[in-house]
């Protein structure tokens, strides 16, 4: 399953030449139900329906994984919990700032598959600054602004580059009045500091 809210379109070039069916989830709705602020995660469901595995960033190319979900198919073990806790955070957010953040994310969305983008922007700026931990969140942003990072090639060298940049600006960029996530609303002006 791809979660992607930007569609169908974005997806297809990376399911090409794949025979198994892929469903694109457009409501984020994966990512609210679990809980998950980054790509790729790996579930595990049974025929009765029940969940057998449950990981954040599962990776094919990993062998513990693969045995894991060999294991299940084999019936070799009922469930599948990883010890290694690979994404954990100092996640402060509260749930509804959660809540609003996902509200400003659809929103962001809906306005980047009208064609607004820069109201789409603004809405996934403000949605990051309240769940700055959202992985999902920021790479949506990244996409809309640098697509050609994207196509025909992931660029995950520049998104860890661009990571850093963006957490580095909004380190030097906290003030009394908070900090300011880069690409959102410009700084307000300093000039009534400078007359002091």
Not at 47 to 60: C, D, P, Y
Not at 65 to 78: M, P, T
Not at 103 to 120: C, D, H, I, P, V
């Amino acid at each position: 399953m791809a979660v992607d809210i930007l569609g169908a379109d974005v997806v297809k070039p990376y399911v090409e030449g794949t025979t198994f069916t892929t469903v694109v989830d457009t409501e984020n709705i994966l990512s609210n139900r679990f809980g998950f602020k980054i790509v790729p995660n790996g579930i595990f469901v049974d025929e009765n329906g029940t969940i057998r595995l449950l990981k954040q960033r599962f990776s094919v190319t990993n062998e513990g994984h693969v045995q894991a979900v060999e294991k299940l198919l084999h019936g070799e073990v009922k469930k599948i919990e990883f010890e290694d806790d690979y994404y954990a955070t100092n996640d402060t957010t509260s749930d509804l700032e959660k809540q609003l953040a996902q509200t400003k994310f659809k929103l962001g969305m809906e306005y980047s598959n009208q064609g607004r983008k820069e109201e789409a922007l603004k809405e996934l700026d403000e949605a990051l600054a309240l769940d700055p931990d959202n992985f999902l969140i920021r790479k949506q942003r990244w996409y809309i602004r640098y697509p050609e990072k994207f196509s025909p090639t992931i660029d995950i060298e520049w998104q860890q580059q661009q990571l850093e940049r963006e957490r580095a600006e909004v380190e030097t960029e906290c003030g009394p009045e908070g900090c300011v996530i880069p690409g959102s609303q410009p700084k307000k002006s300093n000039d009534h500091q400078r007359g002091k």
